[in-house]
């Protein structure tokens, strides 16, 4: 079956412009993860969807960063004036949320790079 | 803080030779995965190990709780299995913490 998709797989920006970066989940999970990969930062988590809701937004790391969640499906990571330190692999993921910790199913990332 | 800490950070062997990653972890935890990040970037989950022992094919874990800390075995390595090998650990949330990786490299 299909796994977790992502686009587009590479993106550069100028400094300062917006970006979104969208995530189609595995069918049927209902909870939707985001994550970051970056040199000096290893993997780092952004924020978390339990259906539409964000009940976990403790990683994104200014008010630059938002995500949103429709239909309990698709969702989307908006980064407003990107910066230059914004630049790494954005990746997402889906589970089937039985319980904390569920298995997740990590997407192959989009390559954010800001010149 | 938190930390999940993975050794050996760099191993270089010869396709066939065995080896072992490790996983320490900070605190109790309410799951642990491991992952095989390939070198196109993507990760691929290899197993979801709360404790216990597991096994698919060449590869076995084992997570034991109470003293923090998990182990990936790796038998007779072929040079697909080169890339990065991360454990992630769920603390009391949904949220995975990543450690620092372990860079194998299997050399023909």
């Known amino acids: 079956g299909a796994g977790v998709s992502q686009s587009p797989s590479n993106k550069v920006t100028e400094k300062g412009k917006d970006v979104e970066l969208r995530c189609d989940p595995i069918s049927g999970h209902t909870a939707l993860y985001w994550y970051r990969q970056s040199l000096g930062q290893g993997l780092e988590f952004l924020i978390y969807f339990q259906g539409n809701s964000a009940p976990d937004k403790s990683g994104l790391p200014s008010d630059r960063f938002s995500a949103e969640r429709t239909g309990g499906s698709v969702s989307t990571l908006t980064i407003q004036r990107t910066q230059q330190e914004d630049s790494a692999v954005y990746l997402c993921a889906s589970s089937l949320a039985a319980g904390t910790g569920g298995k997740q199913y990590f997407g192959p990332g989009t390559r954010l790079t800001v010149t | 803080g938190i930390q999940v800490e993975q050794s050996p950070p760099d191993l270089i062997l010869q396709e066939g030779a065995n080896s072992t990653l490790r996983c320490n972890f900070s605190?109790?935890?309410?799951?642990l995965q491991w992952f095989h990040q390939n070198p196109w970037g993507q990760l691929i989950n290899l197993f979801y190990i709360p404790s216990g022992t597991k096994q698919n094919g060449r590869l076995s874990a084992t997570t034991v709780a109470t003293e923090r800390y998990s182990l990936l075995y790796i038998s007779s390595s072929q040079t697909t299995d080169s890339g990065v090998y991360f454990c992630a650990v769920n603390f009391g949330n949904e949220k995975l913490t990543f450690g620092t990786g372990t860079r194998l490299t299997i050399i023909p």
């Open positions: 605190d109790s935890v309410n799951n």
